[in-house]
């Protein structure tokens, strides 16, 4: 599931063209809130592709008992204050998702943990494979 793909610089400069000041980053909604909401949402839907077997859109989950059934919200508490996130859901109400349980609020050193694997050398796609893999 990995593939070696690394944090581009032209990536960087997309990612900071309206840098102008450190709340473009760290504010309410700043680059780095808005990146982990992003980087939370897709690894819970890459959880319930793994719950479920099959890719979204796939022909493979047509008829398989069980299939996605939207999103539901929910707010958690990061080191950066409140974030709203989507939980993505299915028919069965079987999917329990792991990086963020049923009923977990705080969502304390995620920021730690992401940097630590990107110190290691992790790539962007490793990481997103090792939080599926959680």
Same mark, same amino acid.
Do not use: W
């Given at each position: 599931m990995t593939t070696d793909t690394?944090?581009?610089?032209?990536?960087?400069?997309?990612? /900071? *063209?309206? %840098?102008?000041k450190p709340e473009n980053l760290?504010?309410?909604?700043?680059?780095?809130? @808005? $990146?982990?909401? &992003?980087?939370?949402?897709? &690894?819970?839907? *890459?959880?319930?592709?793994?719950? /479920?077997? %099959?890719e979204k859109g796939d022909p +493979?989950?047509?008829?398989?008992?069980?299939?996605?059934?939207?999103?539901?919200?929910?707010?958690? $508490?990061?080191?950066?204050?409140?974030?709203?996130?989507?939980?993505?859901?299915?028919? +069965?109400?079987?999917?329990?998702? @792991? $990086?963020?349980?049923?009923? @977990?609020?705080?969502?304390?050193?995620?920021?730690?943990?992401? $940097?630590?694997? %990107? &110190?290691?050398?992790?790539?962007?796609?490793?990481?997103?494979?090792? /939080? &599926?893999?959680?």
């Amino acid at each position: 599931m990995t593939t070696d793909t690394t944090i581009t610089p032209e990536l960087l400069d997309q990612l /900071l *063209a309206n %840098y102008s000041k450190p709340e473009n980053l760290t504010g309410e909604n700043g680059l780095f809130k @808005q $990146l982990k909401k &992003a980087l939370i949402e897709r &690894a819970l839907g *890459a959880e319930l592709t793994e719950h /479920l077997g %099959y890719e979204k859109g796939d022909p +493979a989950g047509r008829g398989s008992g069980n299939s996605r059934n939207g999103t539901s919200s929910k707010t958690i $508490l990061t080191e950066d204050g409140e974030i709203e996130i989507t939980v993505p859901r299915d028919r +069965a109400g079987s999917f329990e998702p @792991q $990086l963020t349980a049923k009923g @977990q609020t705080r969502f304390d050193g995620f920021d730690d943990k992401i $940097l630590s694997l %990107y &110190a290691r050398g992790m790539t962007v796609r490793e990481i997103q494979g090792h /939080l &599926a893999e959680l």
